[in-house]
């Protein structure tokens, strides 16, 4: 029997996570949670972790693994998913690879690169600065970086310009340690797609789902728990702006279609990086297919061994 990892990614909301644990149930499999959020302890209803049923039925890791008062990073990543497949295997069944954070996905691929670790004293410096002041600075000696980081995100902003200072290099420089292209794990790395109506009509539902499901709820919860100080999570699409919201920035109905508008652009980002930096064999997922079909189609395809699709 094959015990090589099967890689399923794609955007949020293209229904990953639940054939992934179709294909466990396929080929005696274990999941292992791609996902930078998943990882947080009590982020459930925001992060749309699989459901308690969905993990009774198939085992799946790294989800719950830390608190928020706890940092998570692509090399712990690396650490615990390794320590996972190998695990996964030892018994004998299959590690199925399952998530939408590309950076962990091309760290357990390609390595972590050699940018160094976090300076506690600069980046205290850092984080004092404005942000408008950060991008300054950025622009100024990385225009790569600059232009393709998301400007919104001010923690990977502050970690640019605190790897350019430490190092007096452009911070894409230090990622050159990747591959171009990740090698993927070939005939067995797949993309799930779905037509731009049906993801975005997908999206909506899930925004409005969870906010029903008590999103603002387990925010201010949270809150009280130290949300706010871990600066990973506190960036996390939902609650940001649920904590904004309580923060009287804005109505509730502003702030549902606010979290619409930046999960829709997170997806159309999260397309273009896996496109760009993973060898993905791309499967495209019609309206009202069930995921028990998909994870059928995927098993004839490793199984056959041959690509019928671009990446």
Known sequence: MNLSPVLIAGPTASGKSD???????LIGGEVVSVDSMQVYRRLDV???????EMQDRVPHHLIDVVELTESFDAARFVRMSAEAVSAIQSRGRVPILCGGTGLYFNAWLGGLGDAPAPDPVLRAELEALPTAVLLDELARRDWQTFD???VNNRRRVVRAVEVIRLTGRPFSVQRAAWPERAPAVAGRSFGLERSREELFRRIEERVERMFSEGLVAETRLLLEEGLANNRTAAQAIGYRQVMEHLARERGLRETVELVKARTRQYAKRQLTWFRQQLDLEWIQVEAGTVAEDVAMDLLRRFQGGARTSGG
Do not use: F, H
């Not at 054939?19 to 149930?25: I, K, M, P, T």
């Not at 925001?46 to 308690?52: C, D, H, Q, W």
């Open 19 to 25: 054939v992934a644990a179709a294909l466990a149930e």
């Open 46 to 52: 925001g992060t749309a972790k699989p459901s308690r």
């Open 148 to 150: 393709e980081i998301d």
